[in-house]
């Protein structure tokens, strides 16, 4: 099942080829096919006709356009603007007031013959979205599709395209789950907040198979083989965050894409699923070739309180929760940390407890 999406996805691609030859430039194929000069009120109006195009929820065998002084009145117009810049949209006015935008669902269909029809609708009140679709297009090649209903966003769909590989990767707002799937699998993943945690539930074929075990416990200093972070908060404050990796998590899925997002669960938080959505979208829509993470490092600042640009020291406990490590990731130029060196494991134990010393001594202050 897996390798015929697979061979209709490439073979969808394949079909960008064929529209393409059929639309061209979008200009002498789509665009004006009769134009009749007239005036209306002192303005001077053109109408544009086309029969190459198709609108599924009102079909006629041709199309107008109206232009008053050069600019789209009433009717239908179909752009220079492409989507995937291979596909006009349509947009459709009413006394110079843009009302819908259609699109043409390249997914749904296996190939493309005049007149190309349009399937997928977006409305618009005083020039702003109300129900509907708007497409970007990000700097690493993905095509990035907002979804509106009411005017209020819902949802973000993600079209990969590489050699010889397309996915879909769909994310919905729904109860207040953000749930997420893929082109290429019946598989989901789904968002919630419960109890002040973010947690993910996985399914396969629409049956529950696990939710995400935390990713790491709070625990109290010197826990067996915890950890103990010091790092500086948004009032450069120095703080101490002591966790226990859980080594109970076990992967659930061998899909690429539905994992790397199922693996980054639960983890305690205190916002709603629409703000893991916009982490999403903020990924995806300014990641670039020289700055792209993993995606599977989307939420990782929501895990834990630092970064590495705030981390200034880590102490490790061993099995019996004794310091056993330590690393120092800074000079703060204070003369009490010159004696350790930066960036360098410590494993003298004299050492480790001088410098746990230290930094405990230092937070609050």
């Given at each position: ?9 490439v ?12 639309i061209?430039?979008?200009?002498d194929t ?6 009749r ?8 109006t ?5 029969d ?12 107008t ?11 239908y ?6 989507l995937?810049g ?9 006394n110079g ?17 005049p ?21 970007r ?10 979804h ?26 729904k109860?207040?789950k ?6 290429d699998?019946?598989?989901?993943v ?11 539930d ?6 529950h198979?696990q ?10 200093e010197?826990t ?9 908060n948004?009032d450069?404050k120095l ?7 859980n ?25 709603k ?29 929501l ?13 490790s ?8 490590m330590?690393?120092?990731?800074k ?9 350790f ?5 410590i494993t003298?134990s ?7 010393k230290?930094?405990?001594?230092d937070?609050?202050k």
């Open positions: 099942m897996e390798k015929q999406l697979k061979h209709r996805a073979r969808r691609l394949a079909i960008f080829a064929l529209l393409s030859a059929i061209g430039a979008g200009n789509l665009q004006a096919q009769e134009i000069p007239g005036t209306i009120n002192q303005h001077r053109h109408m544009i006709e086309t190459k195009i198709l609108i599924s929820e009102n079909p006629q065998s041709v199309y356009l109206e232009l008053k002084d050069g600019k789209p009145f009433n009717g117009e179909v752009t220079q603007e492409k995937l291979e596909f006009p949209f349509v947009n459709y006015y009413e007031e843009l009302k819908i935008k259609y699109a043409v669902d390249f997914i749904a269909k296996d190939q493309y013959e007149p190309i029809e349009y399937t997928l609708k977006t409305t618009y009140v005083n020039n702003a979205v109300v129900t509907g679709n708007v497409y297009n990000s700097a690493i090649g993905f095509l990035l599709t907002d509106y209903i009411d005017g209020e966003k819902n949802g973000l769909t993600i079209d990969m395209f590489a050699m010889h590989y397309f996915n879909r990767i769909s994310f919905k707002i109860n207040n953000l749930i997420i799937k893929t082109f699998s019946k598989d989901e789904n968002l919630s907040i419960k109890e002040g945690w973010a947690v993910a996985y399914f396969r074929n629409g049956e198979v939710q995400s075990p935390p990713i790491l416990h709070r625990v109290a010197g067996p083989n915890s950890s103990s972070v010091f790092y500086y948004a450069n703080c101490q965050y002591n966790m226990l990796p080594q109970d998590r076990s992967p659930v899925s061998d899909h690429e894409l539905l994992s790397q997002f199922y693996a980054q669960f639960s983890f305690e938080y205190g916002g699923a629409e703000d893991l959505l916009e982490e999403i979208d903020q990924y995806f829509s300014t990641a670039t070739k020289e700055t792209e993470k993993p995606i599977e490092t989307i939420f990782e600042h895990v834990i309180p630092y970064t590495q640009e705030t981390l200034l020291s880590y102490v406990f061993d099995n019996a929760g004794r310091p056993d330590a690393v120092l990731f000079n703060t130029e204070q003369e009490k940390y010159q004696q060196e930066v960036n360098e494991e003298d004299a050492s480790i407890n001088q410098l746990l230290t930094l405990k001594e937070i609050g």
